[in-house]
């Protein structure tokens, strides 16, 4: 069953054009990597597939279930993480959770254990009781995927997580997110200007130009019909050319 | 709606610009009742008016009576409670997160207005309970059972009146990006409603219905109809007027003395009884719907906008 799917979605601020004919498919277990120069459509496309926009044209599915008509449903099971995600920084780690699982209804007595679980997922244990303002740039993203853990989603998405991360932060992240995969069987969509990451992780890419989808597929499929480098496939010369020929 | 009702209280009472704010009210609050006490138990000597323990809300003491002052400094309250109610939210990226949980838009707004709501109630509740308690040892009057029906309407109207200015400032918020706007504008609206709509109204009334000859009576009594009427525009001035109304019981009209012909003064003076406790409110109830109605509209205002809103912006 496909997680996500997309048929010619399109989204239009007044004459602009922001998402133009989208049609996607991501199957499950599948990590996503949804890549485009900046402005080119891809928060407006993870907005709609959430139900925060509404879509001019075409329709989208996620798990199933309409977004513009059951936003509810999809947001229940979606665990959402934006770009330079906020918190509460008056509040400690472990309230700015308790506070997401009261609203996504986790029942109270088992609301402790879950946000336990979930700060452990992401190596945040013990620092559960500290104000989330003093936590530093790679705690705060882990915090935000401890967010969405508690809630124990099918699919992730995640708006550039490794944004602003030193090295040590980053690879913390990539691994965080494969392991949830791996152990949890979650469906990734990773939206990300970082390229290398990017190839690190994705079983699959999408880059987006311009509201277009310029390429869609495998790492391996969409460096067939290039250079034909020896070195195997690389993410940034692919990126380049379908940059440059839009 | 109660779990983002439940924080944003927890947020309320635990502010520290709340604290500031209700502890300095608080403490006009009292040194004006007191004044207004001693001024009370020295005119009393001997005489014994009916429904004493009301005047010690509207007698003003040495500067304004408990009552004027609420109707100026009450709305600052409910601006402090509602001017970064939405774009605080917004500046520190928490909005975005908030609506991708599986809640209604609405809830987060009117979570947000309850719970200033029940902060604004919870802090005049308590100001009342301790300046009747002040009351009570000062003056030494136990009130009356219709003295506490008229003290309890008027805690309504006041919650109503802090709300409208709750409303307002979340209204504010929704629409200005930037927490000072927002404040700001307010503060500018409340400053303009409490000191300026008079002068405007008589302005207004001057212009519109001109006294051409200070001698013809139909002609000052038109232009203070339309300076009264224009001036209702502000809920200061409908705040003021509502519980006057209902905290001295003998007042009778709401209507400027001006417009009071001869025979009904003496009419006045005749009667010197007061008016009971639902003619009052009789009295008083265009005003308190026009209030509500405020309050509503700024609410439904700001709850439209917000669901119209683009999240994209968010």
């Given at each position: 069953?496909?997680?996500?799917?997309?048929?010619?979605l399109?989204r239009?601020?007044?004459r602009?054009?922001?998402?133009?004919?989208?049609s996607?498919?991501?199957?499950?277990?599948?990590?996503?990597?949804?890549?485009?120069?900046?402005?080119?459509?891809?928060?407006?496309?993870?907005?709609?597939?959430?139900?925060?926009?509404?879509?001019?044209?075409g329709?989208?599915?996620?798990?199933?279930?309409?977004?513009?008509?059951?936003?509810?449903?999809?947001?229940?099971?979606?665990?959402y993480?934006?770009?330079?995600?906020?918190?509460?920084?008056?509040?400690?780690?472990?309230e700015?959770?308790?506070?997401?699982?009261?609203?996504?209804?986790?029942?109270?007595?088992?609301a402790?254990?879950?946000?336990?679980?979930?700060?452990?997922t992401?190596?945040?244990?013990?620092?559960?009781?500290?104000?989330?303002?003093?936590?530093?740039?790679?705690?705060?993203?882990?915090?935000?995927?401890?967010?969405?853990?508690?809630k124990?989603?099918?699919l992730?998405?995640?708006?550039?997580?490794?944004?602003?991360?030193?090295?040590?932060?980053?690879?913390?992240?990539?691994?965080?997110?494969?392991?949830?995969?791996?152990?949890?069987?979650?469906?990734?969509?990773?939206?990300?200007?970082?390229?290398?990451?990017?190839?690190?992780?994705?079983?699959?890419?999408g880059?987006?130009?311009?509201?277009?989808?310029a390429?869609?597929?495998?790492?391996?499929?969409?460096?067939?019909?290039?250079?034909?480098?020896?070195?195997?496939?690389?993410?940034?010369?692919?990126?380049?050319?379908?940059?440059?020929?839009? | 709606?109660?779990?983002?009702?439940r924080?944003?209280?927890?947020?309320?009472?635990?502010?520290?610009?709340?604290?500031?704010l209700?502890?300095?009210i608080?403490?006009?609050?009292?040194?004006?009742?007191?004044?207004?006490?001693?001024?009370?138990?020295?005119?009393?000597?001997?005489?014994k008016?009916?429904q004493?323990?009301?005047?010690?809300?509207?007698?003003?003491?040495?500067?304004?009576?408990?009552?004027?002052?609420?109707?100026?400094?009450?709305?600052?309250?409910?601006?402090?409670m509602?001017?970064?109610?939405?774009?605080?939210e917004?500046?520190?990226?928490?909005?975005?997160?908030?609506?991708?949980?599986?809640?209604?838009?609405?809830?987060?707004?009117?979570?947000?207005?309850?719970?200033?709501?029940?902060?604004?109630?919870?802090?005049?509740?308590?100001?009342?309970?301790?300046?009747?308690?002040?009351?009570?040892?000062?003056?030494?009057?136990?009130p009356?059972?219709?003295?506490?029906?008229?003290?309890?309407?008027?805690l309504?109207?006041?919650i109503?009146?802090?709300?409208?200015?709750l409303?307002?400032?979340?209204?504010?918020s929704?629409?200005?990006?930037?927490?000072?706007?927002?404040?700001?504008?307010?503060?500018?609206?409340?400053?303009?409603?409490?000191?300026?709509?008079?002068?405007?109204?008589?302005?207004?009334?001057d212009?519109?219905?001109?006294?051409?000859?200070?001698?013809?009576?139909?002609?000052?009594?038109?232009n203070?109809r339309?300076?009264?009427?224009?001036s209702?525009?502000?809920?200061?001035?409908?705040?003021?007027?509502?519980?006057s109304?209902?905290?001295?019981?003998?007042?009778?009209?709401?209507?400027?003395?001006?417009?009071?012909?001869?025979?009904?003064?003496?009419?006045?003076?005749?009667?010197?009884?007061?008016?009971?406790l639902?003619?009052?409110?009789?009295?008083?109830?265009?005003?308190?719907?026009?209030?509500?109605?405020?309050?509503?509209?700024?609410?439904?205002?700001?709850?439209?906008?917000?669901?119209?809103?683009?999240?994209?912006?968010?």
């Open positions: 069953m496909a997680i996500i799917q997309t048929d010619q399109t239009r601020y007044g602009q054009t922001a998402v133009d004919g989208l996607l498919e991501i199957g499950e277990r599948e990590i996503f990597g949804f890549l485009g120069p900046n402005g080119a459509g891809k928060t407006t496309t993870i907005l709609m597939l959430l139900g925060l926009t509404e879509p001019t044209a329709r989208a599915r996620v798990l199933g279930y309409d977004p513009a008509r059951d936003p509810l449903q999809i947001k229940r099971q979606v665990g993480l934006p770009e330079n995600v906020g918190f509460y920084d008056d509040l400690t780690g472990l700015n959770l308790r506070y997401m699982g009261r609203l996504n209804r986790l029942p109270e007595a088992q402790p254990a879950l946000i336990e679980e979930a700060l452990s992401v190596g945040l244990e013990g620092e559960g009781n500290k104000l989330v303002g003093a936590y530093s740039r790679g705690m705060r993203q882990r915090l935000g995927i401890a967010e969405l853990l508690v124990n989603p099918k992730l998405i995640l708006d550039e997580p490794t944004l602003g991360l030193d090295p040590d932060g980053t690879n913390r992240m990539l691994e965080l997110i494969v392991s949830l995969r791996r152990e949890r069987g979650m469906t990734v969509m990773l939206s990300s200007h970082q390229l290398e990451q990017v190839q690190r992780i994705c079983t699959r890419v880059i987006m130009i311009k509201g277009k989808l390429a869609l597929g495998s790492l391996e499929e969409l460096s067939k019909g290039g250079s034909g480098d020896k070195a195997g496939p690389n993410l940034e010369e692919i990126y380049m050319r379908y940059f440059k020929e839009a | 709606m109660w779990t983002i009702c924080k944003e209280l927890a947020d309320h009472f635990g502010s520290i610009r709340f604290l500031i209700f502890c300095l608080l403490m006009v609050a009292l040194v004006s009742t007191y004044m207004a006490a001693t001024h009370v138990r020295e005119a009393l000597d001997g005489a008016p009916s004493v323990f009301l005047l010690l809300f509207t007698t003003p003491g040495k500067f304004f009576s408990l009552v004027q002052f609420i109707a100026l400094f009450g709305p600052l309250l409910g601006i402090i509602g001017f970064d109610a939405i774009n605080r917004r500046q520190h990226r928490t909005l975005g997160k908030l609506v991708s949980q599986p809640i209604y838009r609405d809830a987060i707004v009117n979570g947000k207005f309850l719970a200033g709501v029940l902060t604004i109630s919870v802090a005049l509740l308590s100001m009342m309970l301790l300046l009747t308690g002040l009351g009570l040892m000062t003056v030494g009057v136990v009356g059972i219709e003295e506490i029906g008229r003290l309890a309407i008027y309504l109207v006041s109503a009146y802090v709300s409208f200015w409303g307002l400032a979340i209204l504010f929704v629409l200005f990006r930037s927490l000072a706007t927002s404040a700001l504008a307010a503060v500018a609206l409340w400053i303009f409603s409490a000191f300026f709509v008079g002068f405007l109204a008589d302005l207004a009334a212009a519109l219905r001109p006294i051409r000859n200070p001698r013809d009576p139909e002609e000052i009594v038109a203070r339309f300076a009264d009427a224009s209702l525009a502000s809920p200061a001035v409908l705040y003021s007027q509502a519980t109304t209902i905290l001295d019981p003998y007042r009778r009209t709401r209507s400027n003395l001006v417009l009071t012909g001869p025979m009904e003064r003496l009419s006045l003076e005749r009667f010197e009884r007061p008016l009971p639902d003619q009052s409110i009789l009295v008083v109830w265009p005003y308190l719907t026009l209030l509500a109605a405020m309050t509503l509209v700024c609410f439904g205002l700001s709850y439209v906008v917000f669901m119209r809103q683009e999240i994209r912006s968010v």
